[in-house]
């Protein structure tokens, strides 16, 4: 949504004490069949007795009060019906973090309680490659939200990334679709079992921020089923989300929000979705549609842009109460509604949806929600947690790193070495109870065994260039140190009329291209030549150019926004307390020009006509086209390096029914402990219509001692083989041969076997 308007000992404890929540689905005792049973008679029981509930509030209700239930009434909040004891719904930005308190007008709330745990962003989640991360996160999202009072916390964001420019792709998770569902149901499962609701976006195909008011996209049904609805799909129908909120792009002609097709046809009838369709601020266009195309809940429509100036004449209740019933789904469809009496069973069924939302969220008769915890040593923990699995070490020449403790100086260069980054970004932005810094996190690490200097190097700001005088210092500093840390990479915009199109990593603007901004390439190459012994640690939202100088670093590290114990997770990672385990959750391409959406697709729009994209490049997305069209990457899907090693062992490949059981041990040959993602992709031998090289179908998450070995057992169903045939409608498995390749990324396969289904 666009508005206007230690330590590290305690943590452990509390990691300790919360690991519940991350130990993986198969590390835990599952429960007895009579158990299971009787669980589930009883949720069917009450299921029904909510059903009957809804129906005899529904019964009670006005066409007034009904309509009155389906807009806001103020910047976050909805709905209400005092006569029925039926509150407002309270809804809340994430999907990182509980948003500051911004008040019923956008003026936000001074002196709120408002500061809390700042986690690190999707992409750096998603580069865990742990679902059980997933949901440990969303468990913090949900108890942080319950303790703030808020029903509905709008995450996660699950947009596939398709250009590397997106200004919101720090939001987002992966450009591979299963990747996306392994770890999206965790963190909704997270969320709602704190008694909160998730509310899954943005729905669908909202994969820029430049025009994304107006972009109208087209793309073949093959890829909107095989890449950009599979999360949305999961997170509906194996998470359970209670809500999901419509994007603001149009989709084949007709706004996103309101499209028939989409929350109709697919979201509320193939997919059986009973939950809530919220609309993005702003993003309701028509009433007539929004009321028959699936739109729910009508939420931040900026009426100055729709009336100019209102209500001047109003104050006080009277102002606010004008100012929303202006809304679509407010007088409009009031005034339709009793024109067509035929509207009525609409309005009901979406006045339904907010109460079915609501009684699971124990919002209703008096029941009571977990109270909810609020900057607590535990949720400190999951963010250490995650941000530290989420490091992704790129490259690690000579295994420089991890740097030796018994180094005496050390030169930290860069401003995003001493930035904080919990208030950037746009609506995702979070009041961190404390952000450390990577600076402060080295030096808390490092303590007094060493030196450690700091020059800025670079300075940010809108239009900067490289810095001579910044650029010397950091030299000298470098010069004299033994071991120089660069950190560097993007960093989020913060104030949208001083950034413009220029901002890096915020809602509202893609960034201008993949270089390195404000200089940085002219900075590290003088560093490097006064140091050989120069690490870079990247910051930021996704991929950048690094080629300038990549191949002159002995070391380079992807922290992402790693949140509010980012800064020690960066040092635990460098001086190897933590053996870095994240694995890239897309493709980074040497050049812009490389990237499909690019080379193939349009971006932002067709030429000529500014209103109009065609996804050219169809199923051909990240890795699905590097490794079909022979492009080499910069890094590769799935790459990630290790402080130790790994051997994979044969893989057996056995067929089960229409899928594949696929089984391989995987040994740590080195010296310290560490993790592997196991990737298994599946190439279909021979196919009538094109398909990718491979494509990921399963993956696991190994921890083990030196010394250690594990078989693993991967399951592959019948989805894993099948492809979505235009002309039959529907998913296709044809019989043949199939290749299953295990490997370490997309561009690492270790082992290979065959089956035949």
């Known amino acids: 949504m666009f508005r206007f308007s230690s330590h590290r000992t305690a943590l452990l404890a509390a990691a300790l004490f919360c690991a519940s929540p991350i130990v993986s689905p198969a590390q835990t005792k599952a429960p007895s069949a009579n158990k299971k049973t009787a669980a589930s008679v009883n949720r069917q029981q009450e299921l029904l007795g909510n059903e009957a509930k809804i129906e005899a509030l529904l019964k009670k209700l006005t066409l007034e009060e009904k309509i009155a239930m389906l807009h806001a009434n103020s910047a976050f909040a909805a709905g209400g019906i005092k006569r029925l004891n039926i509150p407002e719904i309270m809804t809340s930005d994430g999907p990182h973090g509980v948003r500051p308190e911004q008040g019923r007008d956008w003026k936000g709330v001074k002196n709120a309680n408002d500061a809390g745990t700042y986690l690190p962003v999707g992409n750096a989640l998603a580069s865990t490659w742990n679902p059980a991360l997933g949901y440990a996160f969303g468990t ?38 299963y990747l996306i569902t392994k770890m999206v149901v965790g963190y909704i499962k997270g969320v709602q079992d704190q008694g909160v609701s998730a509310c899954v976006k943005h729905y669908a195909a909202n994969n820029q921020e430049a025009h994304r008011n107006d972009i109208d996209v087209e793309m073949s049904e093959r890829a909107l089923r095989e890449i950009y609805l599979p999360g949305f799909k999961a997170a509906v129908q194996e998470a359970g989300v209670y809500t999901l909120m419509g994007s603001y792009n149009k989709f084949r002609g007709t706004y996103a929000t309101e499209n028939a097709y989409l929350m109709n046809d697919i979201l509320k009838g193939e997919w059986g979705f009973k939950g809530l369709v919220i609309s993005d601020w702003g993003s309701v266009h028509d009433t007539q549609k929004a009321l028959r195309n699936g739109t729910d809940l009508e939420m931040g429509t900026d009426l100055a842009l729709m009336y100019g100036n209102v209500d001047q004449t109003a104050t006080g209740a009277q102002a606010t109460r004008s100012l929303y019933d202006r809304f679509f789904l407010a007088d409009a469809a009031l005034e339709a509604v009793k024109k067509d009496k035929s509207l009525e069973p609409l309005v009901d069924d979406k006045v339904r949806r907010i109460l079915r939302v ?17 900057n607590t040593p535990e949720h400190y923990a999951t963010a250490l947690k995650v941000a530290e699995e989420g490091i992704v070490l790129l490259k690690n020449d000579r295994n420089f790193l991890p740097l030796k403790k018994t180094t005496k100086t050390f030169a930290v260069i860069g401003e995003n070495a001493t930035r904080e980054n919990a208030m950037g970004g746009g609506s995702s932005q979070v009041k961190a109870k404390y952000e450390v810094t990577p600076l402060q996190g080295l030096q808390k690490a490092l303590g007094s065994g060493a030196t450690v200097t700091y020059a800025q190097g670079y300075k940010i700001a809108r239009g900067q260039q490289a810095d001579p005088q910044l650029i010397a210092q950091a030299v000298a500093a470098a010069k004299a140190a033994d071991v120089a840390i660069v950190v560097g990479g993007s960093t989020h915009g913060y104030d949208y009329s001083k950034w413009g199109d220029n901002a890096y990593d915020a809602e509202g603007f893609d960034k201008p291209d993949m270089k390195m901004p404000f200089g940085q390439d002219e900075l590290i190459k003088a560093v490097v030549a006064a140091n050989s012994n120069t690490v870079v640690v990247l910051l930021g939202g996704g991929m950048m150019d690094v080629s300038a100088w990549q191949g002159e670093v002995k070391g380079i590290v992807e922290a ?79 790459h990630g390096l290790s402080y130790t090693t790994f051997e994979y062992g044969k893989l057996t490949v056995k067929p089960s029914g229409q899928g594949a059981t696929a089984t391989l041990t995987v040994r740590n040959t080195g010296k310290v402990a560490g993790a592997e993602v196991v990737q298994l992709y599946v190439h279909d031998d021979q196919a009538s219509v094109k398909r990718p090289e491979k494509e990921l179908k399963a993956f696991e998450k190994v921890f083990l001692k030196p010394g250690e070995s594990k078989t693993l057992t991967l399951a592959l169903g019948p989805d894993a083989f099948r492809y979505y045939d235009e002309a039959k409608k529907q998913w296709v498995l044809e019989p043949g041969t199939f290749t299953l390749q295990a490997g370490s990324s997309s561009r690492d396969i270790r082992q290979t076997g065959t089956v035949k289904l």
């Open 560 to 638: 992402w926004y790693p949140g509010m114990e980012g800064g020690n997770a960066i040092a635990h990672v460098l001086l190897g307390d933590v053996n870095p385990s994240g694995k890239l959750p897309m493709t980074w391409p040497v050049k812009l020009e490389d990237s499909p959406a690019h080379k193939l697709g349009e971006y932002p729009s067709t030429p000529g006509n500014e209103l109009k994209q065609t996804y050219k490049e169809d199923v051909f997305v990240g890795y699905r086209y590097f490794d079909t069209y022979n492009v080499a990457p910069q890094y590769a899907f799935g």
């Open 140 to 177: 913090v999202m949900g108890s942080e939200a319950a303790a703030r009072g808020k029903d509905i916390i709008l995450g996660p964001g699950i947009n596939i990334i398709r250009t590397p420019l997106n200004g919101r792709n720090f939001e987002y998770l992966s450009e591979d679709p």
């Open 358 to 374: 609501m009684y699971k969220t124990s919002m209703l008769d008096g029941a009571k929600r977990k109270p909810g915890a609020y």
